[in-house]
């Protein structure tokens, strides 16, 4: 089969050739249909402080297949749609106690290997599909749970209102769980207007630029300041922003995982009393939840795939992100399907 590999060190990724896999006792291996690229991936691969390591494999918005079961393995029949929560847990620390196995360190394995053709997975971590799910649908459901997992800590209360800070997939995917969620009014804000159009289809009330005059400009939209401010962009000095606009007794949630100092002046936040939450991760009661409302018909974040490219484009498709674009999600359909 083939595979996407990360040398390490910054290094560029390249495809390779790896022997099919066979699933162990406690497995499944699927047939891979769709994996989205992250903007994790590409902020883990350039060889900062945050880095997968090297030669592994990668990819962690995936569906698929099974054409394989292991031996033990019972509730999963080959030919069902799966998606999987990609972080494995080893089910006795603090984080997995919590049920987040993001923050797991314990845990042996991984099953971040949906830049691949087929992938080997534990079936503890699979999650089987509605038959009226695409895989499209499947490979959006881990995307879609950090946003998710963020928005349900975030306690929003009836009406309250909402600014949601960036325009990229987990900024669209908070807009989408905050309205239903229970936001009052919302305003979606971001450096650019070319995901304005999406940002309002989420469910945002309306859209706002970076500008000089934007505090007083969401204030107006909002019928006052942001109970809660989403950061969802990870970018030096979106803290600060989020500060600036919140209301007095606010809460501040950074979802974007800014990977550099991003100083904030304590004084400004203290002066309104704000408080500050920073969440990773989600739970595997988080996918069976959008699994289950995609099924019945209320999600409709399809439209946040702007392109697909097969696997071996791979490489072109991170230098591609990593330089001014107008994409937002970007699936990689793996060579065993054509």
């Known amino acids: 089969m083939k595979a996407a590999i990360y040398p390490g060190q910054g ?4 495809i390779a050739d790896m022997p099919d896999p066979t699933p162990g006792p406690d497995d499944v291996v699927i047939k891979v ?3 989205g690229v992250c903007g994790t991936d590409l902020s883990m691969t350039k060889g900062g402080m945050w880095d997968y390591g090297a030669n592994c494999q990668i990819g962690h918005e995936y569906a698929g ?20 929560v990609p972080s494995l847990s080893c089910g006795q620390c603090e984080a997995c106690k919590h049920g987040n196995p993001v923050l797991c360190r314990s845990a042996t394995g991984t099953a971040m290997v949906g830049f691949a053709d087929y992938a080997r997975i534990p079936a503890s971590v699979a999650v089987k599909l509605p038959n009226t799910l695409s895989f499209t649908d499947g490979a959006l459901i881990e995307p879609l749970a950090v946003s998710l997992y963020g ?6 209360t009836p009406g309250a209102r909402v600014l949601v800070l960036g325009g990229g ?7 989408y769980w905050a309205r239903r969620l229970g936001a009052g009014r919302m305003v979606a804000m971001s450096r650019s207007a070319r995901r304005r159009d999406l ?11 970076y500008g000089p005059s934007e505090i007083g400009a969401v204030t107006e939209a909002l019928g006052g300041a942001p109970d809660i401010v989403f950061e969802c962009v990870g970018s030096e000095g979106m803290l600060g922003k989020a500060v600036m606009h919140a209301a007095n007794f606010g809460k501040i949630v950074s979802l974007g995982f800014c990977t550099a100092p991003d100083p904030i002046m304590p ?6 009393c704000v408080s500050m939450q920073f969440l ?9 939840y959008i699994a289950d409302q995609m099924d019945k018909g209320h999600a409709a974040p399809k439209a946040t795939v702007t392109s697909e490219a097969p696997l071996s484009a791979l490489p072109e498709i991170f230098d591609k992100l990593r330089g001014p674009n107008e994409e937002t999600k970007v699936h990689i359909t793996p060579g065993a399907w054509t």
């Not at 997939?169 to 807009?175: E, P, R, T, W």
């Not at 004084?267 to 309104?272: L, P, T, V």
């Open 11 to 14: 290094k560029r990724i390249f």
């Open 33 to 35: 249909a769709r994996c």
């Open 65 to 84: 297949e099974i054409v394989a079961l292991g031996k033990t393995v019972e509730g999963f029949r080959p030919g069902e749609k799966i998606t999987a």
């Open 151 to 156: 928005v349900r800590h975030a306690g929003i």
């Open 169 to 175: 997939a987990v900024a669209l995917y908070a807009i």
């Open 199 to 209: 940002c309002l289809q989420m469910g945002a009330d309306e859209f706002i630029a």
């Open 267 to 272: 004084a400004i936040a203290a002066y309104k």
């Open 280 to 288: 990773v991760g989600y739970t595997m009661r988080d996918f069976l």
